[in-house]
Every structure is written in C-alpha cells, then in structure tokens.
C-alpha cells in the first residue's frame, strides 16, 4: 500500500536568545526600554494636544469678543472696548521676513557645510567647525543687541543703493529714515539660522557614501562633479530637513525681531520701509500690558502661529518622503 508522502513543516527558526539563556524579547530591559520608549511618544501626541486645545479654547473667548476680522483686519486694538484685532500685517511679517532669512541663509549655509566636509584641509575645517558652533549657541537678545546696534546704522548705505537702482521695483524702495524694516529683519533672522543649517548640512555632507565619490573620481570627474552628481544628491533631504529646522526657529523668533524692528500695523510694499510685525514679536510686545481679552487675543494669534508651523513641517516631510529615493540613503 502505497502512502502519500505527508509535506514536513519548514523548521522554525528559535528565538534569538540573551547571554543569559532567555528570550531577548522578554528580558527586562527590553520591556523597559519599549515601556519607556512607547510611553515617550506617547506622552508627547498628549502635550501637543493639550496645547492645541488650551490655544483653541482661549482663542475661541478672544474670537467671541472680537468686533473685527480676525483674519482681514490690519489693526491690534485688543485692549479697546470693543476690541478690535486682526493678523493679517503679522502673517505677512513672519512670512516675508522669514522668507528673506531662508532665501538669505540656505544657500550660504550650504556652501559652509560643503567647505567644511569637502574642500578645507583638516586644520582649517575644525576650527572653523568649532566659530560655526559657537555662534549656535548665542543666545537670541545678543544677536538683537547687535543688529540694533551694529547691523541696523549701516544699513543705509545698502538700502540707497537698492533705492537707486531697484527702487522702481517698489519692493525695494527706500524712503530714507532708520532701516528698522522687514528686510532688516529677515537679515538678521538668516545671520541667526545660519549655523543651525550649516551644522546639520554639514553633518549629512560628511555621510555620504565614500565608495562613490572616490569612483566618481576615478572615472575623472572634478570635484565639484562628484559634489554635484553624489554629495548633493544623497545630502538633499538632509538639506531640507536642516533648512525647515532653520525656518522654524525664523518664525518663532521674539526679542531680536522686537529689538530692530520698528513695528506698525500697515502692510508695506516696500520691504526696506520700516512697518510691519510678527507675530512673536506682538506677542512678546504686548503681554504685558493685555487685559484678558488682549491676552486671548495673543493666545489667538499664537495659535495661527502654531498651525503655521505644524503646516511648514507636514511640507517638509512630505517633500522628504517624495525624494527620499534620491538622498542616498539606502546606499
């Protein structure tokens, strides 16, 4: 009698064991570490909510007291009675200047951090490295000090100059008086995001996969070839990642815009007109002496703040997540 040969099971791989005989996944500090881990996570989707729903709820009070557009009108009157309040000149003062910085910064920093990784002998790249560092950590009102009192008087000369041969842009007119604009603001704001760019740039740079730029090379390309067709690409989400990193603290920025910047609620055509504001500066301007639906109506203009930047950030990781094929990092 003939009998079916019955299939074997596959055999089954046992479970990676620890030095001490036991499951790696069932040791303690395994279990710790995913407890700690997950609750991490965890604990800040439950921060960002909580504040989303702090700004909203005041926002909502601000919002039931306002007697003007809150998103057309060009006039903080919060503390009136009414109050009237709206942030159309601070959405457009946050994004033009930060527009500025990041038009200003990226391309510079991006030339620094290929300096540094690719070009500069050693001696040269680490202390220039270390002055990159060091202007990181500056903290925020030094850099207002220095643009109020330095960067902000010798202006003039530059801002005459786009006057003269630019000015029938309109963007770029100048109508004299202290520089104290959104163009200034947005120079400042790039100086400030500058070694936050070139740090991560720089350190992505240095990733890139050393097997092709040295078979670039063999094959005779130039050192700007090999940057261009292995370093670039492999380094771009990095880039991107380094820039929006940048862009976010342009955004938020609060005493070095309020130290340089000569605010009023109208928007300028020109950009080297002084006028203007942001919204951090508004806020840091004007808490202290906000009544309760003034103080709301900052909480408001935080809010859209907020959501502006959850909204820069979901772009950029969008971005990274379409190139991310190119960025060399399954190399």
Do not use: C
Not at 99 to 123: D, E, K, N, T
Not at 281 to 293: H, L, R, S, V
């Amino acid at each position: 009698m003939d009998i079916a040969p019955t299939a074997s099971a596959a055999p089954q791989n046992p479970p990676p064991k620890g030095p001490s005989g036991k499951d790696s996944a069932t040791r303690p500090g395994d279990r710790i570490f995913l407890g700690l881990s997950r609750g991490s996570g965890i604990a800040l989707l439950v921060i960002m909510a909580a504040i989303a729903v702090f700004l909203t709820w005041r926002t909502l009070v601000a919002l039931a007291e306002n007697e003007g557009n809150f998103l057309t009108t060009f006039e903080w009157s919060a503390n009136a009675d009414p109050p009237v309040f709206g942030i159309a000149v601070l959405a457009y003062g946050t994004i033009v200047s930060s527009i500025i910085a990041m038009v200003l910064a990226v391309p510079v920093a991006v030339g620094i951090a290929l300096f540094i990784s690719h070009y500069a002998p050693r001696r040269v790249a680490t202390p220039l490295a270390y002055v990159v560092d060091l202007l990181a950590a500056v903290p925020s009102i030094i850099y207002g000090l220095w643009g109020a009192l330095f960067l902000v008087p010798h202006l003039t000369g530059l801002y005459e100059w786009f006057d003269q041969f630019l000015g029938w842009t309109g963007v770029l007119s100048y109508d004299g008086g202290a520089p104290r604009s959104l163009f200034t603001v947005g120079i400042l704001l790039a100086i400030m995001i500058l070694p936050i760019v070139t740090n991560v740039s720089r350190e992505v740079f240095k990733q890139s996969p050393k097997m092709q730029e040295e078979a670039a090379l063999a094959l005779g390309a130039t050192r700007w070839e090999v940057i261009r067709m292995a370093v670039l690409p492999f380094g771009r989400s990095g880039v991107i990642s380094a820039s929006m990193l940048g862009l976010g603290r342009a955004l938020g920025e609060t005493m070095a815009v309020a130290t340089v910047l000569s605010p009023n609620f109208l928007i300028n055509v020109s950009l080297l007109n002084p006028g203007g504001g942001t919204f951090a500066q508004n806020i840091a301007a004007g808490f202290k002496e906000a009544g309760d639906i003034g103080r709301d109506a900052l909480i408001a203009s935080g809010l859209v703040l907020f959501v502006i930047t959850l909204l820069v950030n979901g772009a950029a990781r969008l971005i990274i997540a379409r190139r991310k094929e190119y960025s060399g990092a399954n190399a």
